[in-house]
């Protein structure tokens, strides 16, 4: 994903609510990953330095697979109820710009969202807009 994205605001609480579920469920599967972690973690410090398990880590990963890929696939879909405007969309405007006749117009609008953000870039006959 691009860094240049921005955040964008829902009028519900299922972002809220999403990223509470996942620190519930990082929390539960830290608490059963360590006791498989903590024998190779007495058996060498090295090895445990830099395989034990944290909540925050779990959160981490799992946040990012949400917020960048599983947000828009079944089963969450349904249950967030919010809108995937990913993709290209291409139409026509009619401007009425300064009162003058009106005049048709092409677009094309470039739309790559995230859970949490969304970049949108524009393009008209004679001119290019990019979301930032």
């Known amino acids: 994903m691009r860094d240049d994205m921005h955040e964008y605001s829902l009028n519900s609480q299922k972002r809220l609510e ?69 993709g290209t969309w291409k139409g026509q405007g009619n401007s009425t710009y300064n009162n003058s006749k009106s005049q048709k117009f092409n677009v094309k609008i470039k739309v790559n969202q995230t859970f949490t953000k969304i970049m949108v870039d524009s393009q008209f006959d004679r001119s290019y807009s990019e979301s930032f």
Do not use: C, E, R, T
Request: hydrophobic share 60%; aromatic share 20%.
């Open 18 to 86: 999403s990223i509470v579920l996942i620190a519930v469920v990082s929390a539960y599967l830290a608490l059963i990953i360590s006791p498989f972690i903590d024998p190779l973690d007495q058996a060498n410090a090295i090895v445990g330095y830099f395989i034990s398990v944290s909540p925050f880590a779990i959160f981490a990963i799992i946040f990012y697979a949400f917020d960048n890929y599983l947000w828009h696939v079944k089963p969450f879909i349904w249950l967030l109820d919010m809108p995937n405007f990913n």
